[in-house]
């Protein structure tokens, strides 16, 4: 057996800040894994500037596609760095993969601020840290795992990695349905129940849009489990306003929620099923480009000269113009 080294005590100095960002390794791993991990780069982050555009693209761009996440956490751990208090940590393999999903739609100025050359260098470097994470075992927490699994596999999308995208949406189904407890949710709505029910339904219509594209079979023939439909409460917006405040999330959710609804198909003939999925694609591209619309409005310059309650009236007025 390989030696073994105390990850909490382990020199960063070319990490700064890393350990009170991100929850510490396993403290079972190998000398050897360690030195892969630092190898692929795996416990840098970037600059605080870098960090924050990167995670702001994933909450303007990904989340919305794929809500497996607890919001306000995430931005709670990225908005402080002080080591003056106790913070919230995150997971070293759910950050990378936070990362990977926001590098796809981030401005290149901010990806350059990561230190790569090019959105592809991006891409291929971060993708390469959350794949070595997940075959070390360096997160326990099935969760977590399932969590980073389903963004990974979102993150696939680009051309670059469209070939990976079956092999990681199989692995995040199996491991979704390994766990054996999803089939019994408890009945009441906390904070569990709610964001197993996102990611359930993030699983199926991921891997319902990814055989599509991919012209492949779903891994989710049925609906085989009995899982409630999701609610606008599920997405515990109420937590990620006063974080990312005047930002659509309602209208985003609700759109996520149609998804689910736009996925469903005939369960009697497969053929029927790809038929009404291949028709409902028109339908879900229209959903698409109505999150990019609202995300749009978001970004329009306001008028001058107004005070407050005309800009949220002027705000709201142009979400609403884009349906």
């Known amino acids: 057996m390989g030696a073994r080294l105390n990850t909490e005590q382990q020199p960063d100095a070319e990490i700064s800040g890393w350990k009170f960002l991100m929850e510490p390794l396993p403290k079972d791993l190998s000398l050897r894994d360690i030195t892969i991990i630092r190898y692929e780069g795996a416990l840098k982050i970037p600059n605080a500037a870098a960090l924050g555009g990167l995670v702001k693209s994933f909450c303007q761009h990904v989340y919305c596609e794929i809500p497996v996440v607890d919001l306000s956490h995430v931005l709670e751990v990225v ?3 002080s080591t003056d208090e106790p913070r919230p940590r995150l997971s ?6 936070i990362l990977l999903a926001g590098a796809l739609h981030a401005p290149l100025e901010i990806v350059q601020q990561a230190g790569y050359e090019s959105r592809d260098d991006a891409i291929s470097g971060l993708y390469g840290k959350v794949r070595v994470l997940y075959l070390l075992d360096c997160e326990t927490d099935t969760t977590t795992v399932l969590q980073a699994l389903l963004i990974l596999a979102y993150a696939c999308s680009n051309e670059n990695l469209a070939h990976k995208q079956v092999f990681w949406i199989k692995i995040a189904v199996s491991l979704c349905h390994r766990i054996v407890w999803l089939q019994h949710l408890p009945e009441h709505q906390d ?8 990611l359930w339904w993030s699983c199926y219509v991921l891997d319902k849009l990814i055989a599509v594209k991919q012209g492949s079979k779903p891994c989710i023939a049925r609906l085989e489990l009995s899982i409630p439909r ?10 990620a306003y006063p974080l990312f405040n005047c930002w659509p999330w309602e209208q985003l959710a609700q759109s996520f929620i149609d998804k689910t609804l736009l996925t469903e198909a005939p369960q009697a003939n497969q053929d029927a099923q ?15 480009y109505y999150e990019r619309g609202l995300i749009d409005s978001m970004f329009s310059p306001l008028e001058s000269n107004t005070g407050a309650s005309s800009t949220t009236e002027s705000l709201s007025n142009r979400v609403i113009c884009v349906t």
């Not at 999701?230 to 937590?239: A, G, N, T, V």
């Open 230 to 239: 999701l609610s606008i409460k599920d997405f515990e917006l109420e937590e």
């Open 191 to 198: 904070s569990t129940h709610r964001l197993w029910k996102r």
């Open 274 to 288: 790809a038929s009404l999925m291949q028709s409902n694609m028109m339908e879900y591209q229209d959903l698409e």
């Open 92 to 97: 070293i393999l759910l950050l990378n993969a």
């Open 79 to 81: 908005r402080h760095r």
